[in-house]
């Protein structure tokens, strides 16, 4: 116990810099879980979570029976798969392409750009949508003027999923790219120099030097969107789908809401439905961690 005192206070000024961190993960991360065993039992109000009666896996039988349960449990990993295939590498090649930007003031001026719409909450971000693209906005309404037919942008299952995808990457390709221009500084700028002595091109300074250079740092960021694959998007979808498009954009998160406040108030069914999505979510980052270290990159863990 005196050495791992003695250890503690020699870094001190270490535990006090991540004890902020700490304190977040136990208040919001670790204490909640006394509430998974909700649910294994039938949860009432009345009675809380000790007094409410122990039912074992009473209310994941009751859920795998649902067919909307398995679509949401589809449309979650569709949606994942599509973020991670097409809107993963934008970021990358745009962090390139600010980094090829020679004047400073034109690159601050396209990161100030890019990176603004992180900051706009999805609800702004959806009236702005919804201006330009309802059946009243200004894109329906030049369509219409041109002799087009109109495209239900909102309400359409075949035009929402490219709507979810366009405006999610509009909103993260910015912020995203920040860490990939952070790992393109701290390449030795030696190399460079000696590669351009060689005769190398931009091109093959790109292709030998930087993109190797990004790969371990992508490879960390992949681990994690893997990991978190169940999560598509709550806050987006929220606001922006409607029950016209509950066929391809209907989620897990969105189906918890919908049967813990809108449906039967069973908070023992949604908490079960989460449940099933954290342990997924846990399988899917084990996975791609083994994956990626298969591959010869460093993982998340040894």
């Not at 390139?96 to 702004?124: C, D, G, M």
């Not at 406040?261 to 023992?268: E, K, R, T, Y």
Request: aromatic content about 16%.
């Amino acid at each position: 116990m005196t050495n791992f005192y003695r250890s503690i206070m020699k870094a001190k000024y270490i535990w006090l810099l991540v004890l902020p961190g700490m304190l977040y993960y136990l208040v919001f991360s670790y204490i909640p879980l006394y509430g998974i065993q909700i649910a294994f039992r039938d949860y009432t109000f009345i009675h809380g979570i000790g007094g409410s009666e122990w039912v074992g896996l009473q209310y994941f039988q009751e859920l795998f029976q649902y067919g909307e349960f398995w679509q949401a449990v589809r449309n979650t990993i569709l949606i994942s798969l599509g973020r991670i295939v097409f809107q993963f590498p934008v970021p990358i090649v745009l962090a390139i392409l600010l980094n090829e930007v020679s004047r400073s003031a034109l690159k601050r001026f396209y990161q100030t750009v890019f990176t603004f719409p992180h900051f706009i909450s999805w609800v702004i971000a959806y009236g702005i949508l919804f201006n330009l693209l309802s059946s009243e906005g200004i894109i329906n309404q030049f369509l219409i003027v041109a002799g087009w037919n109109e495209i239900g942008f909102f309400t359409s299952p075949k035009a929402f999923l490219p709507l979810i995808f366009a405006s999610d990457l509009w909103k993260t390709m910015g912020w995203n790219s920040i860490i990939f221009l952070a790992a393109i500084a701290g390449i030795n700028p030696e190399i460079y120099e000696a590669a351009t002595v060689d005769g190398a091109s931009r091109f093959q300074r790109m292709k030998h030097i930087m993109l190797p250079s990004l790969i371990p740092t992508a490879s960390i960021l992949l681990i994690l969107q893997v990991g978190n694959s169940m999560n598509a998007g709550f806050d987006q979808i929220m606001n922006m789908y409607t029950t016209n498009v509950y066929s391809v954009a209907d989620i897990i998160d969105t189906y918890i809401y919908r049967i813990g406040f809108q449906g039967s108030g069973s908070f023992s069914l949604s908490a079960a439905a989460g449940l099933f999505k954290s342990v997924i979510n846990l399988g899917l980052l084990l996975f791609a961690n083994r994956i990626v270290k298969l591959a010869g990159q460093p993982g998340i863990w040894r």
